[in-house]
């Protein structure tokens, strides 16, 4: 099925407001109709896709994937980043980050790539921990 051109307002309008009989009355449809089209709308399997979609696209654009984080982290830990700094004697613009935070930037990054572990991870066979008599006893038999 294909969507008509109302009904893809109406799922433009439904994305942006989160409100179904709203979407439909600014889509076109009847003030009287709006809340039974509406709520109809959802339940259409193109349209329910065709919002899904949306959403989806809108949510990946606002939430960082890890290379944006760590090209970020990495800009910052290289002084390539600068930052607004608010003092008693004014606003300064475009100074360069800290050292406090280039470290912590660097200290985040070794924490992803595991440079720096307080772990040790044995991959070994099985181990054997005897803890009291009784192991002794089943040894015995």
């Known amino acids: 099925m294909i969507m008509t051109e109302k009904q893809k307002r109406f799922c433009d309008f439904f994305v942006e407001l989160g409100n179904a009989k709203e979407a439909a009355i600014k889509a076109g449809y009847s003030k009287k109709t709006a809340k039974q089209i509406g709520q109809e709308n959802l339940t259409k399997p193109d349209l329910k896709?065709?919002?899904?979609?949306?959403?989806s696209e809108m949510e990946s654009k606002r939430i960082a994937d890890a290379q944006e984080v760590l090209?970020?982290?990495?800009?910052?830990?290289?002084?390539?980043?600068?930052?607004?700094?608010?003092?008693?004697?004014?606003?300064y613009e475009d100074v360069d980050v800290g050292a406090k935070d280039r470290l912590k930037a660097?200290?985040?990054?070794?924490?992803?790539?595991?440079?720096f572990t307080?772990?040790?991870d044995l991959q070994t066979g099985d181990i054997v921990i005897k803890v009291g008599e009784w192991d002794e006893d089943e040894t015995e038999d």
């Open 49 to 55: 896709d065709y919002i899904n979609s949306r959403l």
């Open 71 to 91: 090209e970020y982290l990495t800009s910052v830990m290289r002084g390539e980043e600068t930052e607004t700094v608010a003092t008693s004697k004014g606003l």
């Open 106 to 115: 660097a200290e985040l990054l070794g924490k992803r790539h595991a440079l």
């Open 118 to 120: 307080d772990k040790v």
